[in-house]
């Protein structure tokens, strides 16, 4: 049986693209009568999941934004040589995916974060990562690696900054180097250096989103303001001092960017709830406020429960990243209540905001992040809590928030599409994604992340700078993936082998009706100010 | 004692051949090559070690000294801790560009307090029998520019090596200086983000 791969691009014709929205504060849309036979063109403001009011989230496209900082216009024909470039390695890269994939079946890493500290930076369990992470200064000095020490990895730090100084001495830029199935990408934010090193099938432009995630968290944990202050003061500065303490933030923001589609589509996932259940606990946060909160958040795990902000005010969906890192970081605000300095870079990168973090009981997973600009507000958010748990009681709305925790997913099976696997659907008014629990078959965290992989894929082809598509169909030994982006909602799924490529629109029409159909459980419809 | 060590960028400067390789390679490998090719750009090896109880782990960087390289070694001398002026005792010239390699230095690596800057000079290969440069000459010279030590070294016979990389140290950790933390009181202020639809840097 000859092995055969196919992967099929469709491209529409015809079809005028919107016009990018410049602006961060997001358009309000009147509500359209909503057809009862949803179709793929959508309009934006009218899908599943989109809210009926203003939205809750800066209004953000899935990849342009992140990147737009650190690609001035002046850069445009250079980068577009190195797409052009990337596209002529791209059959190659494939091929070097799959024999990589194979020899690591069934392989077993366990990832302690320690451990991976400890490594030696000479071993070949060193070398054999799927991705390497490295921040330093852009004086050479080593701030952060993913794995190894700092210390041990001077020389190597050296290398990049000088690989970086030796093309900019010619004023010229480095993006990346291609090499031996493997791709090292650089990123300068003055004044940090970001290099990351794949071999895996990531293009350049995800290895590069990957790199802003690590930079706005360096910049969460210190603001911008400060960052450039310590290395204008001292060009030697070691960064380390001011980050201790750190690190398994920035470990844990890079294994969720290897697992969690929420990062890569700039989205978050509600937790499944009943509509009313949800206005209760929207309401009960609006009337828990205090004169300098601008943002109440409600998290179950890596789900948000509910936002409430301030009036015109709007929090970026990598900022809400950045918290839900900080929480799930770390246990020791399960105990108390926590009060820390946080910035959120997208907001304004300049300064801290402070925020009270405690969870509703110790052994619940629901937590509450009040966001305040006073940081003598320590008293005063520790009584919205006091004052929302209240409520929440005395309208009963406790025990349903109790009883959703204990499924704070759902099935496919729930949905009633033979041979779908999985998807991963965004509505982008609303900047909330829904997914369903991943079957037995891609548990294994090593499934996960290559199934991650594989959407990541296909994002980076529906979303390429300069031949985006709008549907994307590739057939791989193991499975079949089908993606495709509208004005109102991106949508990326994974079948089985055995389908077709004519299965997977029609379980397009079937999985939108289903989603028309469960929209109020499972997105935020109507956001709440104070 | 498993605290992260001190990081610290340290740069050797000087004409070529008088022995800054040699220098970098005994102290970091303990090893001497008397059949020593020019350094082309820069290379830099790392050492670790314990300072009057501080760990410290040292980025070397050993520059290329002539001229045509200029370019290639300018770029790394922002942000070095400490600079380690090399000559040889037997090549008076070496001794005499002293000042050009200072007056280089200062000027790329854009250091914000000029006056306070850490130099260590080395006069190396002290094992030969002809010396053009006395001690004594050497020594005002280091009295005149700042007061900075001065070791007579030779790569070659391991003299004085481990002890200029050590005072090197010392010198970075004599001006330590804390970096102002007022900053991370600064918080948001809703009403001027407001004026700022988008914030881009760089």
Known sequence: MPDVRMAAYVHSKGVSWEVKNDTL?????????????????????????????????????????????SEPNTDNKSAEVDDAQEEALEEGDEEEHLESEQ???????????????????????????????????????????????????????????????????????????????????????????LVGVSRTSCSDRELTRELQYVYFQIVSLL??????????????????RLLAGSEHLTDNLLRLLDRDPGLLLSAVMCLPLANSARDVVSSSLQAAKAKNLVFSILLAGNRLVTLVRKKDQFLHHMDLHLLFNLVGSSSSFREGEGWT?????????????????????????LCLILVSTDREDFFNLSDCKKRFLERLRRRSAYQSLQEALNTPSYSLSQVGIPELRHFVYKSKSSGLYTS????????????????????????????????????????TDTENLYALVTSGFELYLCFSPLGTKSLAVSAVNRL??????????????????? | MSGKSLLLKVILLGDGGVGKSSLMNRYVTDRFDSQSFHTIGVEFLNRDLEIDGRLVTLQIWDTAGQERFKSLRTPFYRGADCCLLTFAVDDLQSFQNLGCWKKEFMYYSDVRDPER?????????????EREVGEDEARAWCEENGCCPYFETSAKDDTNVGAAFEAAVREVLASEDPIDHTLLSSSIDLHGNRKVTRSSCC
């Open chain 1, 25 to 69: 504060m997001p358009s309000d849309r009147l509500r359209q009568d909503r057809s009862e036979s949803p179709t793929p063109g959508l309009v934006e403001g009218t899908e599943p999941g989109a809210g009926q009011e203003g939205a809750m989230f800066v209004h953000a496209q899935s990849f342009e934004d992140l990147t737009a900082d």
């Open chain 1, 103 to 193: 020899e690591e079946k069934g392989k077993e890493e366990l990832k302690n974060s320690n451990k991976a500290k400890e490594e030696d930076v000479t071993s070949e369990t060193w070398r054999s990562h799927r991705k390497h992470v490295f921040v330093l200064s852009e004086a050479g000095k080593p701030i952060y690696t993913r794995y190894g020490t700092e210390e041990a990895l001077s020389s190597i730090m050296g290398v990049m900054m000088l690989l970086m100084s030796f093309v900019e001495d010619k004023k010229n830029i480095i993006r990346s180097i291609h090499a031996d199935g493997y791709r090292v990408v650089f990123l300068r934010k003055t004044p940090l250096i």
């Open chain 2, 117 to 129: 800057f850490p130099f260590v000079v080395l006069g190396n290969k002290v094992d030969k029998e």
């Open chain 1, 512 to 530: 939108l009706k289903w989603i028309r159909k469960e929209e109020d459980r499972l997105f935020i419809l109507s956001p709440l100010t104070y």
């Open chain 1, 436 to 475: 369903p629990d991943l079957p037995a078959l891609y548990e294994g965290g090593e499934e996960q992340e290559r199934l991650m992989g594989l959407y990541q894929h296909l994002h980076s082809c529906l979303h390429h700078p300069t031949r985006p598509l709008r549907c994307i169909y590739r057939c």
């Open chain 1, 223 to 240: 603001t911008l303001t400060q960052l450039n202050h310590v290395f204008q003061h001292r060009q030697s500065y070691d960064l380390r």
């Open chain 1, 341 to 365: 300095p946080i910035c959120l870079p997208k907001f304004n990168p300049a300064g801290f905001f402070h925020a009270h973090i405690s969870y509703l009981e110790p052994a619940s997973d």
